[in-house]
């Protein structure tokens, strides 16, 4: 879907300079989190020789505390009016330095500390580093979000944030596998994880003090109480069916990002080298792929964008079901892990949406609040995936103990990677052909909003005139 050209379409946008400032910003964040997922289990696990167990019932607390803070941390960034600190940059502000301070301390556990001694150290880390992430990622979220009505411009700065944290995010995830798999000394791995820790800091530290932010609405509004504003939320039937479209494909992305190391060993049979010739081109590819996903997205509107999403991904967990040679291997796994992608880039631009309704309903910006329910929503949607996954494995006589598996464990496999995954990405066909935020309706909506933006800077001026 076009959006309508013109002068408001220019006002709408974003300078270069701004979405390179939110792009180091983002690149900072991701790469202290995707280190955090890559690195954690098996630093303590494996390095500092913590039980299993424990680490498990760490997690689980964690959990917890990491499904329930984000609606309430987003309830209060949209709470905050904006001043010349900002509204949700100084969230942003506020977070880096104890998301920096969390991660740093999982690296200085030693493995002399007693199973108790970590269990309560690793607890007191999880808090603090994932309390900086929640308000450090929800609001710059919402900040991308909030800068323009404009679905095509905000595509284009998830776009460009995702292009210029896509070489940090790369060795962040490449680094733990390198870096814990070796034989260097426990110092040395602190050493690189500070290290990272360091220009991670730098990223956040010139994209935080560079970006400018815009708010939508300038004038003071009284934000919601707090159960109305849940109710208005879940009032949203926009949010409601993205929600659940959210939900499956972060099951699928969890699945496939999780399984296919056992895929590629115990079913294509590949050693690590065959892996990184696998997995290298797909890398490459995705820069080019990132302004493709742009160019699909203006030419067909978001909601058309996810039904090519959808039938791209069941070709490609089809061509993994039937695994008949390496090279259809390579190019369904290629398909998959790239139209993930192109949902993550969307993911934002479609919660714009759903807020730019809201603000006609509600006469409020509340981005904050629809991050924070989603992230409430979909994030036991990994956990259940992989507990479907570990049954399915499980049933088909998986041993871990075993360097080449019976052939009815590896259908199962097969069957726990490709057929669960189909079977969600079926769910999401239902909710996304009844999601109303498309064509004309959308147009509308747009149009209304820059209107009401218009008449009220229009009567701000006016007021700024008077005095």
């Given at each position: 879907?076009?959006?309508?050209?013109?002068?408001?379409?220019?006002?709408?946008?974003?300078?270069?300079?701004?979405?390179?400032?939110?792009?180091?910003?983002?690149?900072?964040?991701?790469?202290?989190?995707?280190?955090f997922?890559?690195?954690?289990?098996?630093?303590?696990?494996?390095?500092?020789?913590?039980d299993?167990?424990?680490?498990?019932i760490?997690?689980?607390?964690?959990?917890?505390?990491?499904?329930?803070?984000?609606?309430?941390?987003?309830?209060?960034?949209?709470?905050?009016s904006?001043?010349?600190?900002?509204?949700?940059?100084?969230?942003?502000?506020l977070?880096?330095?104890?998301?920096?301070?969390?991660?740093?301390?999982?690296?200085?556990?030693?493995?002399?500390?007693?199973?108790?001694?970590?269990?309560?150290?690793?607890?007191?880390?999880?808090?603090?580093?994932?309390?900086?992430l929640?308000i450090?990622?929800?609001?710059?979220?919402?900040?991308?979000?909030?800068?323009?009505?404009?679905?095509?411009?905000?595509?284009?700065?998830?776009?460009?944030?995702?292009?210029?944290?896509?070489?940090?995010?790369?060795?962040?995830a490449i680094?733990?596998?390198?870096?814990?798999?070796?034989?260097?000394?426990?110092?040395?791995?602190?050493?690189?994880?500070?290290?990272?820790?360091v220009?991670?800091?730098?990223?956040?530290?010139?994209g935080?003090?560079k970006?400018?932010?815009?708010?939508?609405?300038?004038?003071?509004?009284?934000?919601?109480?707090?159960?109305?504003?849940?109710?208005?939320?879940?009032?949203?039937?926009?949010?409601?069916?993205?929600?659940?479209?959210?939900?499956?494909?972060?099951?699928?992305?969890?699945?496939?990002?999780?399984?296919?190391?056992?895929?590629?060993?115990?079913?294509?049979?590949?050693?690590?080298?065959?892996?990184?010739?696998?997995?290298?081109?797909?890398?490459?590819?995705?820069?080019?792929?990132?302004f493709?996903?742009?160019?699909?997205?203006?030419?067909?509107?978001?909601?058309?964008?996810?039904?090519?999403?959808?039938?791209?991904?069941?070709v490609?967990f089809?061509?993994?079901?039937?695994?008949?040679?390496?090279?259809?291997?390579?190019?369904?796994?290629?398909?998959?892990?790239?139209?993930?992608?192109?949902?993550?880039?969307?993911?934002?631009p479609?919660?714009?949406?759903?807020?730019?309704?809201?603000?006609?309903?509600?006469?409020?910006?509340?981005?904050?609040?629809?991050?924070?329910?989603?992230a409430?929503?979909?994030?036991?949607?990994?956990?259940?995936?992989?507990?479907?996954?570990?049954?399915i494995?499980?049933?088909?006589g998986?041993?871990?103990?075993?360097?080449v598996?019976?052939?009815?464990?590896?259908?199962?496999?097969?069957?726990?990677?490709?057929?669960?995954?189909?079977?969600?990405?079926?769910?999401?066909?239902?909710?996304?052909?009844?999601?109303?935020?498309?064509?004309?309706?959308?147009?509308?909506?747009?149009?209304?909003?820059?209107?009401?933006?218009?008449?009220?800077?229009?009567?701000?001026?006016?007021?700024?005139?008077?005095?």
């Open positions: 879907m076009n959006e309508t050209k013109g002068n408001n379409a220019e006002k709408q946008q974003v300078s270069s300079r701004q979405r390179s400032y939110m792009g180091l910003t983002k690149a900072g964040g991701d790469l202290l989190g995707v280190m997922t890559g690195a954690l289990l098996t630093f303590y696990v494996d390095i500092l020789g913590m299993p167990e424990l680490f498990g760490v997690m689980i607390i964690f959990a917890v505390w990491n499904a329930i803070n984000d609606p309430v941390f987003g309830y209060i960034s949209d709470k905050k904006l001043d010349s600190k900002g509204k949700r940059l100084y969230f942003i502000r977070a880096a330095p104890i998301f920096l301070v969390g991660f740093l301390m999982f690296w200085i556990a030693f493995p002399s500390w007693s199973n108790v001694s970590l269990f309560i150290f690793l607890l007191i880390a999880l808090f603090i580093f994932d309390t900086g929640t450090y990622g929800l609001n710059l979220s919402a900040i991308l979000t909030g800068q323009t009505t404009s679905t095509n411009e905000r595509t284009r700065i998830s776009i460009i944030t995702s292009v210029i944290s896509f070489l940090p995010v790369g060795i962040a680094l733990p596998n390198l870096v814990l798999t070796s034989e260097m000394a426990i110092v040395y791995m602190r050493l690189i994880f500070i290290g990272m820790t220009i991670a800091a730098i990223l956040m530290l010139i935080t003090m970006m400018k932010e815009h708010s939508l609405r300038k004038e003071k509004v009284e934000p919601l109480p707090v159960w109305p504003a849940i109710k208005e939320t879940f009032k949203s039937k926009a949010f409601i069916f993205f929600v659940i479209i959210n939900f499956m494909f972060t099951a699928i992305s969890t699945n496939l990002v999780g399984v296919m190391p056992l895929y590629f060993k115990y079913i294509a049979q590949l050693n690590q080298w065959q892996i990184l010739a696998v997995s290298a081109p797909i890398g490459i590819l995705q820069i080019p792929f990132y493709l996903y742009g160019y699909l997205q203006r030419k067909l509107g978001l909601r058309n964008s996810v039904f090519i999403i959808i039938g791209v991904m069941l490609g089809l061509g993994l079901f039937f695994q008949t040679h390496i090279v259809v291997n390579a190019i369904s796994y290629a398909l998959c892990l790239l139209m993930i992608s192109f949902w993550f880039v969307i993911v934002n479609l919660v714009g949406d759903i807020a730019d309704e809201d603000e006609l309903k509600t006469g409020r910006r509340r981005e904050g609040m629809f991050f924070g329910i989603n409430l929503i979909t994030k036991p949607a990994s956990s259940l995936v992989v507990f479907f996954f570990t049954l494995i499980s049933h088909f998986y041993d871990s103990d075993l360097a598996q019976t052939a009815q464990a590896q259908f199962g496999i097969i069957l726990g990677l490709s057929i669960l995954s189909l079977a969600f990405i079926v769910l999401a066909i239902v909710p996304l052909i009844i999601y109303p935020l498309h064509g004309s309706k959308l147009k509308e909506i747009k149009q209304e909003l820059d209107i009401r933006h218009e008449k009220k800077q229009e009567e701000e001026n006016e007021e700024k005139n008077y005095l």
